[in-house]
């Protein structure tokens, strides 16, 4: 069984640029989730994409959005990157909807200088 | 919305049993889930109390209260490798998935 995987690991942009961060979903996932995770805090929800729709949003601008692909792998964009978007974004695949456990993804150290 | 509190450290020997606390203040929520998440490391899912009470998984065991707004993670026979981050997440009354995590608790073990 393979896990969730993201790419890159880590990765430096200028304030201003785009940016594009993938993740491969744990087989038999039809669910994935983003997080935002900032230094010593907990991680806060983006958004969740099933059967490559959006179903669900947390408080971030519309500069941040996703994609989910036919084989359940995931992208986040974000674009007008600022400083403040520096943090450890983490991928989350589970089997449904609802109530089963997050699966994460090792995530993405995003620097933005 | 939601707010869950944590200690931000907790320090035990090898061999001790700890307790990490978390209070919540919250309109309500479909259960408590427990992660852990070593440095550099993914958040990986330990337990869920979707009813109150105690829920036993090997070493670890949650408990929680929603009358008191409590819950709490223990970890019995501590080792090593325990040393990591704690976050309690519950999960919100929405028609998907979405999780709100604590502040988090760093456990330190020492031999």
């Known amino acids: 069984e393979t896990g969730v995987t993201q790419s890159p690991t880590h990765l430096i942009k200028t304030r201003g640029q785009q940016v594009t961060l993938r993740c491969s979903s744990q087989?038999?996932?039809?669910?994935v989730s983003w997080y935002q995770q900032a230094l010593g805090q907990g991680p806060q929800f983006i958004f969740q994409?099933?059967?490559?729709?959006?179903?669900g949003r947390g408080n971030f601008p519309p500069r941040f959005s996703g994609l989910q692909f036919p084989n359940y792998s995931s992208e986040l964009n974000v674009n007008a990157l600022e400083l403040d978007d520096s943090a450890l974004y983490l991928c989350?695949?589970?089997?449904?909807?609802?109530?089963?456990?997050?699966?994460f993804g090792n995530g993405t150290r995003l620097t933005v200088t | 919305g939601q707010s869950l509190e944590q200690p931000s450290e907790v320090t035990a020997v090898e061999g001790a049993i700890v307790q990490i606390n978390c209070t919540y203040q919250?309109?309500?929520?479909?259960?408590l889930s427990w992660y852990q998440q070593h440095d550099g490391g993914a958040p990986t899912f330990l337990s869920y109390?979707?009813?109150?009470g105690l829920e036993e998984t090997g070493r670890f065991s949650s408990f929680l209260s929603r009358s008191d707004s409590y819950g709490y993670l223990l970890l019995q026979e501590l080792q090593m490798k325990d040393s990591a981050s704690y976050f309690c997440?519950?999960?919100?009354?929405?028609?998907?998935?979405?999780?709100?995590f604590g502040t988090g608790t760093r456990l330190l073990v020492s031999p």
């Open positions: 989350a695949s589970s089997e449904t909807v609802y109530n089963s456990p997050l699966h």
């Open positions: 087989s038999g996932h039809n669910t």
């Open positions: 994409y099933y059967r490559e729709e959006e179903n």
């Open positions: 919250t309109s309500g929520f479909y259960g």
């Open positions: 109390n979707g009813l109150d």
């Open positions: 997440a519950v999960r919100a009354l929405t028609g998907f998935q979405k999780l709100v």
